[in-house]
């Protein structure tokens, strides 16, 4: 059940710490806001924004509402396959393909693409020419990002429902170039903002407005990278599918493919007004609408679908939300803690993954309990091999 702070701040998290509500409250009271804000059960502290928070706005956007990876959300795949048919088979063969399938890590790319990389970049670089601007001026190469991991909270996993499916479950985003684009809209704002003298509450505030080059400018180039997100996870799961049906040695059915974002902007109709509905941090949870949020590694994760639930501006949170820092995680937890939380799971045993730790992050089941009037529960996946980069 959700609590309404003020006027137009509704906080949906049963546990949210007082930096994250306070910087809410400061987004919140921004003009353009309309209805309210919502905060998702997984929010905490972000740049401008806490990440889990929901901003509809009225003829504006703010370019650090929407988060620096832009597009980054989740795809899956529900394959034909039960446990029983992994039988002897050894995971690490399976982690070890995937890792040399797919890039990992920050700054990695692929050496050459694949065919059906061609032919999204394709896609890509005729949307861009489409749209007047040139990828290339943000990130030279970006054409080799396509199918790249990255680092951080990102993952490639393989895991089953409760009755032993086996699903292929990633999370990535608009790797470098995507970075780079909202690095440089986000400057452009705050250099909008001090032009004109708005007064803001936050720097990482500041915002575009509709009607402007800057806004058009923005839009068109946020629509791209969100669009390189998609693909990029496309792309992936495609090697991903690939390593598993060499692996297990025949065809991989697939009965499901859910691919969503967790950080973008898109029009929205809400409360009976056009505006531009910011989700950094969450998901789209219409009615009906398939969904993922996922745990961290070595929990749960799920599959849902969306309720509709109008007061959360029908969204719904993306997944556990961090509540140590990644340098205070490093400061309190051990390598052997980590290890004590991954066992029977298949990983690559490295202490670069101490702050990816279980205890790093709220309970993704508390989570889920306050998001009960969000979403329903359609799958609980636990992984058996876990993918991820430095």
Not at 119 to 133: H, K
Not at 345 to 358: L, V
């Amino acid at each position: 059940m959700e609590q309404r702070v003020s006027e137009k701040y509704l906080n949906f998290a049963g546990v949210i710490d007082d930096a994250t509500l306070e910087q809410n409250r400061r987004t919140a009271q921004m003009p353009f806001i309309y209805p309210h804000l919502a905060s998702m059960p997984d929010a905490h502290l972000g740049k401008g924004a806490a990440v889990g928070s929901v901003i509809p706005t009225l003829g504006a956007v703010i370019p650090a509402a929407v988060g620096v990876d832009i597009g980054c959300g989740m795809i899956a795949v529900r394959t034909g396959h039960r446990a029983a048919d992994l039988t002897g088979l050894d995971r690490r063969k399976l982690r070890t393909s995937i890792e040399g399938a797919v890039p990992l890590s920050a700054g990695h790319s692929n050496k050459s693409l694949t065919d059906t990389a061609r032919r999204r970049v394709q896609v890509l670089s005729d949307d861009a020419a489409a749209a007047g601007f040139d990828p290339a001026a943000y990130l030279k190469g970006w054409q080799l990002q396509l199918g790249t991991l990255g680092s951080g909270n990102h993952f490639i996993e393989v895991s089953l429902d409760e009755e032993d499916t086996v699903w292929l479950f990633l999370h990535s985003g608009s790797r470098g170039v995507g970075n780079k684009i909202a690095q440089q809209h986000i400057w452009a704002a705050q250099n909008y903002c001090g032009k004109r003298s708005i007064e803001l509450p936050d720097r990482d505030l500041a915002y575009l407005e509709e009607g402007t080059e800057e806004f058009d400018r923005y839009i068109a180039e946020l629509m791209w990278a969100q669009k390189f997100a998609l693909l990029n996870r496309e792309e992936m799961m495609d090697r991903v599918m690939a390593c598993f049906r060499e692996w297990t040695g025949g065809p991989v059915q697939e009965a499901e493919r859910i691919n969503c974002h967790h950080n973008y902007t898109e029009v929205e109709e809400h409360y009976g007004k056009r505006v531009w509905l910011s989700r950094k941090g969450a998901i789209d949870a219409s009615p009906g609408r398939p969904g993922l949020i996922p745990g961290s590694m070595g929990t749960a994760s799920y599959v849902v679908e969306g309720k509709g639930y109008p007061p959360s501006l029908n969204s719904a949170p993306h997944g556990a939300g961090r509540q140590y820092s990644r340098t205070r995680a490093r400061k309190t937890f051990s390598q052997e803690q980590l290890r004590k939380a991954m066992r029977g799971i298949e990983y690559r045993d490295t202490p670069a993954f101490i702050d990816e730790i279980p205890a790093a992050y709220k309970d993704i089941d508390a989570v889920m309990e306050d998001a009960g009037d969000l979403v329903s529960v359609r799958h609980v996946l636990h992984q058996i091999v876990n993918v991820k980069g430095n």
